[in-house]
C-alpha cells in the first residue's frame, strides 16, 4: 500500500511549540505509511531541520514572510507547487493567516485535501495584526477541506462551528516521569539545593508575558528570600527582560539558560511553573511538566483542557501579588498534603495527551486522505 504523502507549512522561523509538536508526532509514527515533508518561511536551518532530516523529511525554506511582499508569496506558492504538486496527497498548513495565499494554490494545482491547523486563540499578538489576519482568514474559507484545532478552545476560536478535530499537543508521558535522583543532581548543579524554584518554559515574547513574571519573583522575594527564577527559552525580547531584571536588583536570583535541549530534567527539579501568558493554544510546556508532577499556576487566558492536577488559574487583571502568593502556595502542595511527588502520566493520557495515541489517530487521518 503506497504511504501518504504530506507537506507541512510552517510560516516561520524559530519553528518554537508548533515544530516541536509535529517533530513529536513525527517520531510515533509509521513512516512507512506517511511521508511528511516541510515547507518553512525562515531560511535560517535550526536543530529541527536536521532532526526532521534524520525521519527521512525534505525540507524546503523560503524568505521570511513580510506583510509588505504577500504577491511575492503567493509566486514562492505557485513556483512550488508547480514543480512539487504531484509529489503530495495532502498539504497541512500550521499558519492560518497564510491560508488565503497558498490554499488556492494548493487547490488549483490539484490537491485534493487541504488542511488548516488552529494552534492559537488570537489571530496576532498586536492588535493590529490581529485587524489585518481576521481578514484574510475570511477570504480563505472556501478553500479548506479539513480543520484541526490543538484544543477546544482553539478550534472554537478558528473554526466557530464548523466541523474540526482536536488533536492534542501529545508527548511521551514515559520521558518525563519524576525522577527524585535527576531533580536532586541539577538543584545542586545549579546551587539550589535549598532554595524555591520557580521555573518558566517559552519563548521571550509578548505572548508568554516573561515581563510580567519577572515583577511577580519580585514580589515572591518579599515572601521567600531564599528563592531563584529559572527562565528556560530566548526570543526578541531577551534583551527587554535582562534589563528588567537588573532594574529590580534580581540579577543572582535569576537564571536564563537559553536553549536547551534538557527541559526535561529541569521541570524535574522546579518546585512550580508559572505561566502568565497571554493566549496559548494549548502549552506544551504546561502538559510536559506536569508530566513529572511539577505544580503549575497558569493564566486565565490558558485553556482548562492543558490541566490534569488541578492547578490554580489566576487573572492577568489580579495583583502581581495574589500571583505570588499563589505560587508559592502551589510549591507547598506536596509538602502541605503529605504525599510524596510523583509522575501524572496515567492522567494525561486518559486525557487524551498520550503522543502514541495521538500519533495513530494522525497517521489513520492522513491514510483516509490519500
Known amino acids: 500500500m503506497r504511504e501518504a504523502h504530506v507537506l507541512e507549512i510552517i510560516g516561520k522561523r524559530p519553528v518554537g511549540g508548533v515544530g516541536t509538536v509535529m517533530l513529536n508526532y513525527q517520531r510515533h509514527m509509521n513512516m512507512e505509511r ?21 525521519l527521512g523529511s525534505r525540507v524546503y525554506t523560503y524568505p521570511a514572510l513580510s506583510g509588505r511582499q504577500m504577491r511575492q508569496t503567493r509566486k514562492y506558492f505557485e513556483q512550488f507547487f508547480s514543480e512539487h504538486h504531484s509529489e503530495y ?28 491547523h488552529s494552534h492559537a486563540t488570537v489571530y496576532a499578538e498586536s492588535k493590529g495584526k490581529a485587524v489585518r489576519n481576521r481578514m484574510l482568514w475570511s477570504i480563505s474559507q472556501k478553500y ?3 480543520r484541526i484545532g490543538c484544543s477546544q478552545a482553539a478550534g472554537e476560536f478558528l473554526f466557530g462551528k464548523k466541523d ?33 524554584v520557580i521555573g518558566n518554559v517559552g519563548r521571550f515574547s509578548q505572548q508568554k508575558n516573561q515581563m510580567y513574571l519577572v515583577d511577580i519573583f519580585s514580589e515572591i522575594r518579599k515572601i521567600l528570600k531564599d528563592s531563584v527564577l529559572w527562565l528556560v527559552g530566548d526570543g526578541e525580547l531577551r ?7 537588573k532594574q529590580l536588583g534580581l ?18 527539579a522546579m518546585d512550580v511553573m508559572v505561566m502568565p501568558s497571554l493566549f496559548e493554544g494549548l502549552p506544551m510546556t504546561g502538559v510536559e511538566a506536569q508530566a513529572c508532577g511539577l505544580p503549575c499556576v497558569f493564566s486565565d ?4 483542557e492543558a490541566d490534569v492536577m488541578g492547578s490554580p488559574f489566576l487573572s492577568l487583571e489580579e495583583s502581581k501579588a495574589e500571583w505570588a502568593k499563589t505560587a508559592v502556595r502551589a510549591a507547598g502542595r ?30 489513520e487521518m492522513y491514510e483516509e486522505m490519500k
Open 144 to 146: 479548506i477541506t479539513d
Open 89 to 116: 496527497d495532502i498539504v497541512h498548513l500550521h499558519a492560518p493567516y497564510i491560508a488565503f495565499l497558498c490554499l488556492p494554490v494548493a487547490a488549483k494545482y490539484g490537491i485534493s485535501h487541504r488542511i488548516v
Open 251 to 268: 540579577i543572582n536570583s535569576v537564571k536564563i539558560f537559553g536553549m536547551v535541549d534538557n527541559t526535561g530534567e529541569l521541570y524535574q
Open 334 to 363: 506536596y509538602k502541605e498534603s503529605g504525599k510524596a511527588r510523583r509522575s501524572f502520566g496515567k492522567e494525561l493520557a486518559e486525557h487524551g495527551f498520550d503522543i502514541r495515541v495521538e500519533a495513530e489517530r494522525l497517521e
Open 239 to 245: 534583551p527587554q527582560i535582562e534589563e528588567k531584571i
Open 34 to 54: 506517511v511521508q511528511m515533508d516541510y515547507l518553512i518561511f525562515g531560511e535560517q536551518e535550526e536543530t529541527f531541520d536536521k532532526e526532521v532530516k534524520k
Open 164 to 196: 474540526y478535530t482536536v488533536l492534542k499537543n501529545a508527548i511521551c508521558c514515559d520521558e518525563y516521569a519524576y525522577n527524585e535522583a535527576a531533580r536532586n543532581e541539577i538543584r545542586t548543579q545549579y546551587e539550589a539545593k535549598d532554595k524555591l
Open 301 to 304: 487566558t490558558i485553556t482548562r
